[in-house]
């Protein structure tokens, strides 16, 4: 398999979790023979440095052309004091609305080496924690009107949430064709007791659900999902939600694996084509430190071949890796533990690559 790979290491230490998963992603090529080209992408604050702009039209373009887009991280405190419309969080919904990502897939896996850093009970954790959360990423209250007026007096604020049945059926068929490559169950959150818009979400959702009869479907109300994800996540597959509540449950579920360094994600639209990325921010102060945790990175590296080229064996590969490395004690400072040994960025990446 031939594949191009908009590589955007970001600020930070965005660069060193960014070349670790690159170079496991060319052992993965080296062992089952395929031809990786990475094409360097600046974006974010290195590049407002350099070229004084969050994101030059070569790097979206070279991300346009790509076959899928890997990110570290941008930002930092250096450019708080940018202009509004050229900060580095602004790239990346720039980059967003260019691929047309409406899909954002955040796994919850908590590998059973750290099981004491989750902060959930040890009978709970006993039961494994692995499920994958979509959410619907460009709709929403997030996206609706937004106006604050005077009435009678006083500041009366309103958002509206608004959802149309396509953009319902577009992040529902993603979390079935999901669910199909894990262990074919979807949990469909909404507040359909409450919501028109999660009325129409839950009928859109079942409509699909018949064009899937190898993948069962539950629907549940997004206060018992909160409450069910820390009493027993076990019970979860794949948990399909809207984007507000999407944001909330996806941070619930990263927090009871133990540590973000760990987590990654992925954002996916029409076609092939997405960008992966670990959940975490730049972490200016351990930057050029080899201080770094890579397992999110490359984990999101992982989810590039599950889900934009379809390699499911290359993906469990990597994912195999890091657990033999975890088995074996090895921990970055962020998820050291008693009898473990604390290693740096550069040594996990090598570590995993070995293992491959």
């Known amino acids: 398999m031939r594949k191009t790979i908009a590589?955007?290491?970001?600020?930070?230490?965005?660069?060193?979790?960014?070349?670790?998963?690159?170079?496991?992603?060319?052992?993965?090529?080296?062992?089952?023979?395929?031809?990786?080209?990475?094409?360097p992408a600046p974006m974010g604050g290195c590049a407002i440095d350099a070229y004084g702009k969050s994101l030059p039209d070569e790097s979206l373009n070279t991300c346009l052309a790509a076959d899928a887009v890997?990110?570290?991280?941008?930002?930092?405190?250096?450019?708080?004091?940018?202009?509004?419309?050229?900060?580095?969080?602004?790239?990346?919904?720039?980059?967003r609305s260019a691929l047309g990502l409406y899909a954002n897939l955040r796994p919850a896996q908590l590998f059973s080496q750290l099981a004491d850093a989750s902060p959930l009970r040890a009978d709970i954790v006993a039961n494994g924690i692995d499920f994958l959360?979509?959410?619907?990423?460009?709709?929403?209250?997030?996206?609706?009107?937004?106006?604050?007026?005077?009435?009678?007096?006083?500041?009366?604020?309103?958002?509206?949430?608004?959802?149309s049945r396509s953009e319902i059926e577009r992040i529902a068929r993603i979390a079935f064709e999901a669910a199909r490559k894990r262990?074919?169950?979807?949990?469909?959150?909404d507040k359909s007791n409450v919501l028109d818009c999660s009325r129409l979400w839950k009928q859109t959702v079942d409509a699909v659900a018949v064009h899937y009869p190898d993948v069962t479907l539950r629907h549940m109300l997004v206060d018992n999902?909160?409450?069910?994800?820390?009493?027993?996540?076990?019970?979860?597959?794949?948990i399909l939600t809207e984007n507000m509540f999407g944001d909330i449950l996806s941070d619930e579920a990263s927090m009871i694996t133990g540590s973000v360094g760990i987590i990654p994600s992925a954002s996916l639209g029409e076609g092939s084509r997405g960008l992966y990325e670990p959940i975490?921010?730049?972490?200016?102060?351990?930057?050029?430190?080899d201080k770094a945790d890579p397992i999110g990175t490359i984990l999101s590296a992982a989810m590039m071949l599950r889900y934009?080229?379809?390699?499911?064996?290359e993906?469990?590969?990597?994912?195999?890796?890091?657990?033999?490395?975890?088995?074996?004690?090895?921990?970055?400072?962020?998820?050291?533990?008693?009898?473990t040994t604390v290693i740096g960025c550069a040594e996990m990446g090598e570590r995993i690559a070995a293992e491959i």
């Open 7 to 39: 590589v955007i290491s970001g600020d930070g230490i965005g660069p060193e979790i960014v070349g670790q998963a690159v170079c496991v992603l060319q052992r993965i090529a080296q062992r089952f023979a395929h031809d990786f080209t990475f094409a």
């Open 70 to 95: 890997l990110l570290g991280a941008v930002g930092g405190p250096k450019w708080d004091g940018v202009e509004k419309e050229n900060r580095p969080e602004k790239a990346l919904l720039r980059l």
């Open 133 to 163: 959360v979509v959410r619907e990423l460009i709709g929403g209250i997030y996206f609706g009107n937004h106006q604050t007026e005077q009435i009678d007096g006083e500041p009366v604020a309103t958002d509206t949430m608004r959802y």
């Open 183 to 189: 262990r074919g169950h979807v949990t469909s959150v």
């Open 225 to 238: 999902c909160a409450m069910q994800i820390v009493r027993d996540p076990s019970q979860f597959d794949v």
């Open 280 to 289: 975490h921010g730049s972490a200016p102060d351990i930057a050029g430190q």
């Open 308 to 313: 934009s080229f379809d390699l499911k064996r």
């Open 315 to 339: 993906a469990d590969t990597i994912e195999n890796a890091v657990s033999k490395v975890l088995d074996a004690g090895y921990r970055t400072a962020d998820i050291a533990g008693l009898g």
